[in-house]
């Protein structure tokens, strides 16, 4: 999902009381959670009140919202149309891309069946004084699944389709990507304990499932438990490369956990729905198609709202979508 997104975390939020204020999780992440699951397909513009409105349901603060949606048009995230004094924002084309690619990944099986044992290699030459470029894609390819076998050559399970998002860093040019099988397939289980920590993985598994297998979500809370849910789920998979099933521990828990998260995510999804739809009744339709005549708004600041000065309050935890 996330290209030059930072998708590093900690992992889920144990306790009722992180589910209900949000903390842990930076308001980016949770806003990135809200535009994949609302805005995606819908083809207008969703207004600041309703972004902001979100972010305090989840115990974000006013400044913490507005400097949020900021940083998001300043880097392209985010295409802001005024309509009268208020503004509307629109999904741009680079992330409704990061976006469609991290449903694909929430939502399939985090495990794969033992077959056809082609893995993906994968090598780039970035000088050290270009570390963000090289921060950039090393978040990528974790998000998708690779690990450093040795210095300079990156691998994963399967065939990944990694070009989209080479070109999206442009990167194509700079990075050489090779499909192989290996001599001996019985390599590969040791392999891939030496180049992930197993371990760790399970372990955030373990703590999403020990976090929301007792839940039972409160009145009117529907929409951002949603919210909460798809974004400890995401942070839960950073780093698991979706292994074959013959190469992991036959206790391994990510089924178990997937599992849980599809149960809870189908339970909770009625009322989110719902209560977005109020949302949107709430912000004056929230979507304006009419905000979408003419080019986006060159500004960062929100339409009736004084510009966001620093960063404010943020919680802890980088997660999902940055670029």
Do not use: C
């Amino acid at each position: 999902m996330r290209p030059d997104a930072d998708i590093t975390g900690n992992g889920p939020h144990d306790g009722a009381a992180a589910r209900q204020s949000g903390d842990g999780l930076r308001p980016q992440t949770l806003l990135f959670t809200f535009l994949g699951r609302h805005a995606l397909d819908y083809p207008g513009a969703v207004s600041s009140s309703i972004l902001i409105d979100v972010l305090d349901e989840l115990g974000v603060s006013l400044q913490a919202a507005r400097s949020t949606i900021t940083r998001m048009v300043n880097r392209g995230h985010l295409e802001r149309h005024r309509a009268g004094r208020r503004a509307y924002f629109t999904i741009s084309p680079s992330l409704r891309t990061v976006l469609g690619e991290g449903e694909n990944r929430i939502f399939r099986v985090p495990v794969r069946e033992s077959g056809d044992e082609t893995w993906t290699l994968l090598s780039f030459s970035i000088p050290e004084n270009e570390r963000a470029v090289r921060h950039s894609l090393r978040v990528a390819l974790s998000w998708n699944g690779f690990g450093l076998l040795r210095s300079g050559l990156w691998i994963a399970p399967g065939v990944v389709d990694i070009f989209a998002t080479l070109d999206r860093l442009e990167l194509r040019d700079r990075v050489d990507v090779f499909h192989a099988q290996p001599a001996d397939p019985t390599y590969l289980t040791r392999v891939s304990r030496e180049v992930w920590d197993l371990p760790s993985i399970a372990e955030r598994y373990h703590r999403f499932i020990d976090a929301w297998r007792s839940f039972e979500p409160g009145p009117d809370r529907h929409l951002t438990t949603r919210l909460q849910l798809i974004t400890e789920w995401q942070q839960t998979l950073v780093d698991d490369p979706e292994l074959p099933v013959r190469h992991l521990p036959d206790d391994w828990p990510a089924v178990p956990a997937y599992e849980l998260f599809l149960r809870l995510h189908e339970r909770l999804s009625p009322g989110a729905e719902k209560e977005f739809a109020r949302l949107l009744e709430r912000g004056e339709a929230g979507l304006l198609l009419d905000a979408m005549n003419g080019d986006p708004d060159d500004g960062s600041a929100l339409a009736d709202e004084p510009a966001p000065g620093p960063t404010g309050e943020e919680a802890a935890h980088p997660s999902a979508p940055t670029a």
